[in-house]
């Protein structure tokens, strides 16, 4: 005798399938300071076409996170209007050091210093999915309408982060964030996502490392 498939207990035992990433920080502290009442930071991604760019996306939750833990932040988007067309991915400096080169320009620093930027942080990397396995067959029949498989894949996000004092026009922090999770699709009948939210788990470790190194606190580093 045949007997009917349990879904709800099956769905269940997918569910016991967690999702989760691990992060890794390093930090480098070039020199200790606290950021003043009036200073500004600007959380800026490396540019370069469409060849090779910081997710926008990430850039954009370091900010907004670095900003909510009380730091006077300028958003990319914000700065590279005000700077038009110098942040442009067809001409933005690929390397800090000719960010640096071109914020000196005295135009540019004119726009710089009437918004009271004293820091610079760059963000360097990218979140890519390296390994991906299994699959999720879907089917149509008549009074039928279902999906039956397993796909699995891991993403790894691997960002650099230099802190730079654009008024000394000096590197005072180095911060190195890995993040790694996999993420599962398991269908049976209906297919649900579990997934690893690295990039996000990424973007608040760099953020929590940026804010507590300019309140002058020592930031924790999770293995």
């Known amino acids: 005798m045949i007997r009917p498939l349990n879904i709800p207990l099956l769905t269940g035992l997918c569910l016991t399938i967690v999702a989760c990433s691990t992060v890794r920080i390093e930090e480098n502290r070039l020199e200790t300071t606290v950021l003043g009442n009036t200073e500004t930071i600007a959380v800026l991604g490396r540019r370069h076409a469409s060849s090779y760019n910081t997710e926008y996306d990430l850039v954009s939750c370091v900010a907004n996170d670095v900003g909510r833990h009380g730091a006077r932040v300028i958003a990319e988007d914000e700065l590279s209007d005000m700077l038009y067309p110098w942040l442009e991915p067809r ?3 690929i390397k800090i050091e000719a960010m640096l080169y071109m914020m000196n320009r005295p135009k540019v620093r004119e726009q710089l210093e009437a918004m009271n930027l004293r820091y610079v942080v760059w963000v360097d990397g990218s979140t890519e999915t390296t390994n991906q396995s299994g699959s999720v067959s879907c089917a149509i029949a008549p009074g039928f309408v279902g999906c039956y498989g397993m796909g699995i894949w891991t993403n790894e996000s691997d960002y650099d982060v230099s802190i730079w004092d654009i008024q000394e026009m000096r590197e005072i922090n180095q911060i190195t964030v890995n993040a790694e999770g996999t993420s599962y ?16 788990s990424a973007c608040a470790g760099i953020a929590k490392q940026v804010s507590t190194y300019f309140r002058g606190e020592t ?3 999770p293995n």
Do not use: F, H, M, N
């Open 91 to 93: 001409i933005a400096p």
């Open 185 to 200: 699709l398991p269908a049976i009948v209906v297919p649900i996502p579990l997934i690893a939210r690295v990039q996000a």
């Open 219 to 221: 930031g924790e580093t």
